[in-house]
């Protein structure tokens, strides 16, 4: 009964029908640990794209609105992941697989204290040998992930700063097909 009268105070009062409207949370998701690479991927939940008006071509730049900078720095970002992803699965089984190896290649006889110790080396003549590999794959890590942050940045800027004057200046950046 008194749903009824709840259901008809909110028709008789449109107003607070709005009260009780709330604008969909966006947010990214983190999905569970990779068994490979052991990295959380990134579900990005970016806003959607408007439908395209009056497009003839299925690539064609008019059916984005705003600066194409954003769109940039979206594949920017799942490319960084991807790259991140990439190199850590490679690593990952490479490591394991010679992990394996190196414990088969150990006598049935060894205790457990000694197989702690064959791995201890092996651990340590890995990182020694992944050093190099391991150093080119941070720099360039670093690189892209700057070109990543200055690009984000430069396009939330170029957001806030639209909101601010109320035009629309990146859209002089989208080329006319």
């Not at 959380?40 to 806003?47: K, L, M, N, S, T």
């Not at 070109?147 to 939330?156: E, P």
């Not at 909101?163 to 629309?168: A, D, K, L, P, V």
Request: glycine share 2%.
């Amino acid at each position: 009964m008194n749903t009824i009268r709840v259901q008809s105070a909110l028709l008789r009062r449109p107003n607070i029908l709005r009260q009780f409207h709330a604008s969909c949370c966006r947010l990214d998701i983190v999905g569970p640990p990779d068994p490979i690479s052991h990295l959380r991927p990134i579900v990005y939940d970016d806003a959607p794209l408007p439908p395209p008006s009056d497009v003839r071509h299925p690539y064609s730049l008019r059916e984005f609105t705003g600066d194409t900078r954003e769109y940039h720095w979206k594949m920017q970002r799942q490319q960084l992941d991807a790259y991140n992803h990439s190199f850590w699965t490679d690593s990952n089984s490479r490591f394991e697989a010679a992990k394996q190896a190196y414990l088969d290649s150990l006598p049935e006889s060894c205790t457990p204290e000694d197989q702690e110790t064959a791995l201890s080396d092996f651990y340590c003549k890995w990182v020694n040998q992944e050093a190099s590999r391991q150093h080119k794959y941070s720099k360039e890590w670093r690189k892209l992930n700057w070109s990543n942050i200055f690009l984000g940045a430069r396009v939330k800027y170029q957001m806030i700063w639209s909101r601010i004057t109320g035009s629309s200046s990146s859209s002089s950046n989208v080329r006319k097909d």
